[in-house]
């Protein structure tokens, strides 16, 4: 009988477990996209709109969530697997989906200035607004925009209401004029602003990121980070303890979890325990996260008490 080494993680994971315990740390430290449940029906839903026919009024999506849901993250994976294209017969590039990152204030120019920027052709700022709309249009139109994604939406209340009403028109004008998709991202407070907009709300389904609670999805996510992790013994992550203790110290929000488990399995290897447990959350030289660090020493606390 032949017994596989690291049997407790995929095949394509193992060769990393026989690395350094610096080359493991780096590894478990580094950006990878890890596909959750709610981040593969958000994605069907983005590649759904961009094939839509034009229209007059194009569907529009905003995805919402709490700070550190993953919408930024799921924004730069769909972007990542339609990146632009150019054609050296005919010196033009095609940008299917243009995503541009909201002005710190909702000022009409400053929106045109970033979406520029976000098409890599900024353009002379000293030109009058008009002719920056007029820019953007023309390019938009030449590059074959099938979508337009604004991150960050909520920081159009930093404006005044009525650079607010100027900054929905904006956007409202552009959907109409390109017959393309609008989509949004935000916390909350974009789904607010957004409503007071009738008319614009009218076009907007939601996409609700929710925070994590103690079900079959976060046993399922769990159970697959212990399957790629680098570690050399099997972890605990699928116990209901662990993931009660997880819930914890990050109130169910996906960055938090991520970075929690990132430090526990770094330290597991720095320590030589090479498994995750229960107890790699309760040690008192752990390094966490600031939320999780509250957490940590209110969790703690109880504990003595207890005794």
Request: a positive charge; proline letters at 5%; aromatic letters at 6%.
């Amino acid at each position: 009988m032949v017994v596989t080494q690291y049997s407790h993680l995929q095949p394509a994971y193992r060769q990393y477990a026989d690395l350094t315990a610096d080359e493991r740390i780096a590894w478990i430290r580094a950006d990878r996209w890890l596909e959750t449940a709610n981040a593969h029906l958000a994605l069907a839903r983005l590649n759904d709109l961009l094939t839509y026919p034009p229209r007059d009024r194009m569907p529009c999506l905003l995805i919402y969530g709490d700070t550190g849901m993953g919408k930024t993250k799921i924004i730069r994976k769909f972007l990542r697997d339609r990146v632009p294209t150019f054609d050296r017969g005919t010196g033009t590039t095609t940008m299917p989906v243009v995503a541009m990152q909201m002005p710190a204030e909702p000022i009409e120019r400053d929106v045109y200035g970033e979406l520029l920027n976000a098409m890599n052709a900024p353009g002379p700022m000293g030109d009058a607004t008009f002719r920056l709309k007029a820019t953007c249009r023309n390019l938009m139109r030449s590059m074959s925009v099938r979508m337009l994604i604004i991150d960050e939406i909520h920081a159009m209340l930093t404006g005044t209401y009525r650079q607010q009403r100027i900054f929905l028109n904006v956007i409202r004008f552009l959907a109409n004029d390109l017959k393309v998709p609008l989509i949004c991202a935000g916390t909350d407070l974009a789904r607010q602003a957004l409503l007071t907009d009738p008319q614009l709300a009218e076009r907007f389904e939601t996409f609700h990121l929710k925070r994590w609670v103690n079900d079959q999805h976060l046993a399922q996510l769990l159970a697959s980070l212990g399957t790629i992790l680098p570690l050399r013994r099997p972890s605990d992550l699928g116990s209901a303890p662990v993931r009660r203790r997880i819930l914890e110290l990050t109130d169910g929000v996906t960055v938090r979890i991520f970075r929690l488990i990132e430090t526990v399995a770094a330290e597991a290897v720095r320590g030589g325990k090479e498994a995750i447990t229960l107890e790699s959350f309760d040690g008192d030289d752990l390094v966490l996260p600031l939320v999780a660090m509250t957490q940590h020493a209110e969790h703690q606390l109880r504990r003595q008490v207890a005794r």
